[in-house]
């Protein structure tokens, strides 16, 4: 699925380089050393746009500097370097002892979702780390930092004690590990975490500034309370901290280096609350907008009852009736109608068919849809009985005006067959978010038996849906 959005689409590959040329836009500096205070100043990174290699790229002067006093490793050991870049391994591993953020085993979805996204950052991380052996240091860097209480390994521990000369140059070690810490846990909301563009004021020691952002998404993390607001305003803390504040908090945003933007609409194996970083832009006039729902809670947003029509009895995907197939001509994101001052806006799916019939669906409820949908149970012996169901055309849903939600006058089953996942999206955004069941359209219609609430009325969207990830494959 690709939905195309000023002329840049949102799937569009990235890899896992420096970034656009000319985005890393400032020079390592390294201040002379001031021994009297260990002041902050002594090591720093230029104000400027990083991605986040270009950011492990500048904190190799704080290794480069430990491993120089180490000295030459003697024959038939290890690496001073590599015994090091494994303890940052280890540091930023999410199942080991000296991991800073320690996560098992998790049932909760919110959390299976941070702990790979966190071991998936880290490796590169490390691997772009490895890479960078031949940066410019100074043998004479000094700094005098809180101690973060990073562990060490064993190797390391007898690395530093037995070969390190000065005390100062095991906070050196600490910094190092600090500033990686800090940038895989500032890039975990962003799904493609390797082509974010990361203002760094250089104000603070290195991006020491997100430390408190950090500590407050963390907190969820382990309380186990991680929603969709609490991962964008992470995303906003790091790239634009000056957004305004709504109730919601909103579900992406465009800054000055382009837009974030809720992960689904990339397709693919789809996150259950990651961002995707565009490099385009809504709105060329503003630098910054915030992107909100129509409706801060849908509980209250206008509710359109479906009619029934007769029943059907249904087995399996319905390949030979009527109505089933949408023929979609194009689909792309738009901004809303409002007012092109505002720093808050909307953003919109915009759908156009083949017979002119056209429909627009809240971006923001699409994914807050995607959240609260179920997916079919596994296929099982049983699931081959046969079901009265209500069938519906996506579009007669899809071109309901307004912004208000689809529900449906008559209980039972009420089946929406798809075959395209723009469509099965579209879907989500227009229904009221309450017993929607996912269905692949090779499956059966038994599966969804025993999913969700029984006493009220099921919306299976059957097809547009494969199995995969944490919510499906779109």
Aim: aromatic share 8%; charged share 20%.
């Amino acid at each position: 699925m690709t939905i195309r959005m000023a002329n840049t689409s949102l799937s569009e590959a990235s890899t896992y380089g420096c970034g656009p040329p000319g985005l890393c836009q400032a020079e390592s500096a390294i201040a002379p050393p001031d021994r009297r205070r260990g002041s902050p100043a002594c090591w720093s990174i230029p104000a400027g746009v990083y991605t986040a290699r270009e950011l492990v790229r500048r904190f190799a002067p704080l290794l480069d500097t430990v491993v120089h006093h180490l000295g030459p490793d003697p024959p038939n050991t290890k690496p001073a370097r590599i015994v090091l870049l494994d303890n940052v391994a280890a540091n930023l591993s999410t199942d080991t002892r000296e991991s800073s953020l320690p996560l098992y085993d998790l049932s909760d979805i919110s959390r299976r979702e941070v702990r790979d996204q966190a071991h998936r950052i880290g490796q590169v991380l490390v691997q772009w780390a490895r890479e960078y052996t031949d940066e410019p240091y100074d043998p004479d860097l000094y700094l005098r930092g809180p101690g973060d209480g990073h562990l060490l390994l064993q190797s390391s521990l007898a690395l530093m004690y037995s070969r390190c000369t000065r005390p100062h140059h095991m906070q050196l070690l600490s910094e190092y590990m600090r500033q990686m810490v800090v940038l895989r846990d500032a890039l975990l909301p962003f799904q493609n975490f390797y082509a974010v563009p990361i203002p760094v004021d250089g104000r603070a020691r290195g991006i020491r500034h997100l430390e408190a952002p950090r500590e407050r998404f963390l907190t969820t993390v382990f309380a186990g309370h991680i929603t969709q607001a609490s991962v964008v305003s992470l995303a906003r803390a790091v790239l634009a901290p000056d957004l305004p504040v709504t109730m919601t908090g909103g579900y992406g945003f465009q800054y000055t280096h382009g837009l974030i933007l809720p992960a689904i609409l990339a397709g693919g194996v789809v996150p259950y609350h990651l961002l995707r970083y565009v490099p385009s832009k809504m709105d060329s006039s503003a630098m910054e907008v915030l992107f909100d729902y129509h409706f801060p809670d849908y509980h209250e947003a206008p509710r359109h009852g479906i009619p029934a029509g007769p029943p059907t009895i249904l087995t399996r995907y319905p390949i030979d009736l009527p109505n089933q197939k949408e023929e979609l001509q194009t689909a792309g994101i738009g901004l809303q109608a409002g007012s092109s001052t505002s720093a808050v806006r909307g953003l919109e799916l915009r759908l156009e068919f083949k017979n002119g019939d056209t429909a627009r669906v809240d971006v923001g409820q699409i994914a807050r849809g995607l959240r609260h949908s179920y997916e079919a149970l596994e296929e099982t012996r049983d699931s081959t009985t046969n079901h009265t169901v209500f069938l519906h055309s996506a579009s007669e849903i899809l071109i309901q005006p307004g912004w208000g939600l689809s529900t449906a006058v008559t209980a039972g089953f009420h089946v929406i067959p798809v075959d395209d996942p723009t469509i099965a999206l579209a879907l989500l955004g227009k229904l009221y978010p309450r017993n929607v069941i996912l269905l692949p359209n090779d499956e059966q219609l038994g599966q969804t038996d025993d999913v969700g609430e029984d006493s009220e009325a099921k919306f299976v969207i059957w097809g547009g849906f494969k199995r995969g990830g944490l919510k499906g494959v779109f």
